[in-house]
């Protein structure tokens, strides 16, 4: 019988408890604190407790809302691994993000999975012009509702995104008015952050084009960073997320001037 088929009577047992709870977040590289709540049958201050046992060990980092796998902030999956993850909370701010789009307006959606789920909640606006340089968000509004406008630039099979300085003659001119974009990792002190310079080119300079800069971003990328800076903190007018988030980031964002909005 492995692991995940006993009843959680056993696994409740702290130590084969935590093992399972290690197992877990190396596996899906990002982890909540009321999935594990759910999937362990145990309260969420006992979910609490393990992760900060197992971050004392070294296992994993824990994160707002839950924990990541300690490589996760230098491995990054493929777009269809990423789709498949935390769809739910991805959705939730996808809603509240698609509000937010006004008639006529000229919006640009980023590369990333939880653009990709904004991209198909305005897949039916005949009201507004999408610029993107995703892939999935192209297949979704082609032919669809919105004029569409695509960037060019090199392709990054990884994250189906076309990236790099071949995107700034298209992006030099236009004017938006929303920049939704997602990030890789974000952190109080280094801003987002990617894995691909090239990917945070495009990502920055989108950012120096638009009026208003909305970034998507779910708990498990909060509090990491990685390898490119893709934009600072001041850069970003309103972040959505799917967790509240601790005194010390609220201050900072607020002194960024940066509203924060929980899907």
Do not use: W
Request: charged share 25%; with cysteine.
């Amino acid at each position: 019988m492995s692991d995940s088929d006993r009843p959680t009577s056993i696994i409740a047992f702290a130590p084969e408890r935590r093992e399972r709870v290690k197992q877990i977040v190396k596996a899906r590289h990002a982890v909540r604190v009321e999935e594990l709540k759910a999937e362990l049958g145990v309260s969420t201050a006992t979910i609490r407790r393990d992760l900060h046992e197992l971050e004392e060990e070294g296992e994993l980092r824990r994160v707002h809302g839950g924990a990541i796998s300690v490589d996760a902030s230098a491995i990054e999956a493929r777009f269809e691994a990423k789709a498949a993850t935390n769809p739910a909370q991805k959705q939730r701010i996808a809603q509240r993000a698609a509000a937010m789009v006004e008639a006529d307006a000229k919006i640009y959606i980023d590369a990333g999975s939880t653009c990709l789920e904004l991209a198909k909640l305005l897949a039916h606006r005949t009201d507004i012009t999408v610029v993107t340089n995703s892939l999935p968000a192209i297949n979704e509004l082609a032919g669809a509702g919105p004029r569409l406008i695509v960037i060019g630039g090199e392709l990054r099979s990884l994250s189906q995104a076309l990236v790099g300085p071949l995107s700034t003659p298209v992006l030099d001119q236009l004017y938006l008015d929303h920049a939704f974009v997602g990030t890789f990792s974000l952190s109080l002190d280094a801003g987002l952050t990617t894995t691909d310079p090239a990917e945070a080119f495009t990502k920055e300079h989108v950012l120096k084009r638009t009026r208003e800069a909305v970034l998507l971003v779910d708990g498990s990328k909060l509090g990491t960073r990685s390898f490119a800076q893709a934009g600072r903190l001041d850069q970003i007018d309103v972040v959505i997320t799917d967790v509240a988030l601790d005194e010390e980031a609220s201050a900072t964002f607020e002194h960024a001037g940066v509203r924060v909005l929980v899907a």
